[in-house]
């Protein structure tokens, strides 16, 4: 770490006191800090002592003359390694969550070309509001990083996840943050399918499915995040994919096909599209009419081309193939059959069926899977699909450092 430098924004919150520590701890490692105090933050500790403790001017006004001629807001937010917010409030989040710029913080979030690691802390209750909920997820598929928050009793006297990680907990993580530009996947080319694929009928209609794409999305944002080169192939959703990813966008499985072998080699390979399985024979050039008679047009499917399969029995195969089961009944069963059946190492089985609420995994926040791999089989508890995205990753990277079991 030694060397580096950290442009740390300090968000209005108790735990603000934390980070005039973690100012002292990266200074031991001899890490350069640089602050930028929000005017919340400037309530909880004085730009006196982040001064002393950074021995550089804290900035903290989007609109002094004084700041500017020294040191342009977009130099500002460029000129160190990573920026760090801690403590990241639910305003800051929001903030960068919606493209706002009101102040030198939020416009220094928005300008930066560095990665963003925030430090969470904030009332239970407000962490856990699907107004929050949303900026974090939006943020974490923004390939920002986070640490924390933790559980533990708040300064409000509540109990809960809303506290700010320790100053050395952050260290850690911005150690690991650092370390992604040579990167934990650094040097390896990642390849990840999302979405549904559109099979046309005629122009106006088509065969899809409900894949909303978040789970890919999120995959392609966690792969990036650890520095993998990574190629997300999507089909139409709507939803906004990490700036660090080089997204193509395809709408039949055919095209979906051809984006992804125009992408080999690649190290890593990870296909979580719902793609069609069939498609019309024919797809009809102009609207299918309604005849006199009202007769009604029989649909003659054919197979689509299997994108994971193809890959996983490739001459140019990924080292690393991952694929998906979607499935409604046996799922570990079916997942393992579809493993060997389709070439691949790993497969992520979720359990698609409506859950006792009505709600179902597709086109949902959270996901509950199975891990498969040739040797093992690991029952993950159901958790945030940002939150899947990551411990997958994990796994990639360990198995890629040698170090999985
Ligand atoms: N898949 C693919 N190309 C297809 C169909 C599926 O690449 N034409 C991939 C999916 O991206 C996923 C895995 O294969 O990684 C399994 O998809 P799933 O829909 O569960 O399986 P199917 O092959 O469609 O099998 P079935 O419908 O019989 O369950």
């Not at 979405?195 to 995959?219: C, H, M, W």
């Not at 490739?314 to 493993?339: M, Q």
Request: aromatic fraction near 4%.
């Amino acid at each position: 770490m030694r060397g580096r430098s950290v442009l740390l924004i300090i968000g209005g919150g108790i735990a603000a006191y934390k980070s005039l520590d973690l100012i002292r701890r990266l200074a031991e490692r001899g890490v350069k800090t640089r602050a930028i105090l929000t005017r919340a933050g400037a309530e909880f500790v004085t730009p006196l002592s982040v001064a002393a403790l950074t021995t550089e001017k804290v900035y903290s006004d989007l609109f002094s003359l004084t700041d500017e001629s020294e040191m342009g807001h977009i130099e500002l937010s460029r000129a160190a390694d990573l920026v760090v917010v801690a403590p990241a409030t639910a305003d800051l989040m929001g903030k960068l969550a919606g493209g706002l710029a009101s102040d030198l913080a939020s416009t220094a979030l928005l300008a930066t070309d560095k990665r963003i690691l925030m430090a969470p802390a904030m009332n239970v209750r407000m962490w856990q509001s699907p107004s929050v909920r949303r900026s974090a997820e939006t943020l974490a598929r923004d390939g920002v990083l986070f640490v924390g928050p933790n559980d533990g009793e708040m300064a409000c006297g509540e109990f809960g996840p809303g506290r700010m990680a320790e100053p050395l907990e952050i260290v850690a993580a911005i150690e690991r943050a650092l370390e992604i530009r040579g990167g934990a996947l650094g040097g390896l080319k990642a390849l990840v399918t999302a979405g549904p694929t559109q099979e046309p009928l005629d122009p106006v209609r088509f065969i899809a499915n409900r894949s909303s794409g978040k789970q890919g999305y999120a995959i392609a944002a966690a792969l990036a995040a650890a520095g993998a080169d990574t190629v997300l192939v999507s089909g139409p959703v709507d939803i906004a994919a990490s700036p660090h990813v080089k997204l193509v966008k395809v709408t039949t499985a055919r095209d979906m096909l051809a984006a992804c072998e125009a992408e080999l080699p690649a190290d890593i390979a990870v296909m979580s599209a719902a793609v069609a399985d069939w498609r019309p024979d024919i797809a009809a050039g102009s609207k299918i009419k309604k005849g006199a008679d009202h007769s009604i047009p029989t649909l003659k499917l054919v197979e689509n081309p299997d994108i994971l399969a193809t890959l996983g029995h490739h001459r140019n195969r990924p080292r690393l193939v991952i694929g998906f089961a979607a499935e409604t009944d046996d799922v570990l069963a079916h997942a393992t059959a579809k493993r060997a059946r389709k070439g691949a190492d790993w497969i992520i089985a979720n359990d698609v069926s409506t859950d006792d609420k009505g709600e179902s995994v597709m086109g949902g926040d959270r996901n509950q899977v199975h891990l498969i791999t040739a040797t093992t089989q690991e029952r993950w508890p159901q958790m945030a699909k940002a939150d899947v995205a990551r411990r997958l990753v994990q796994h990639i990277t360990q198995h890629f450092q040698g170090t999985d079991s």
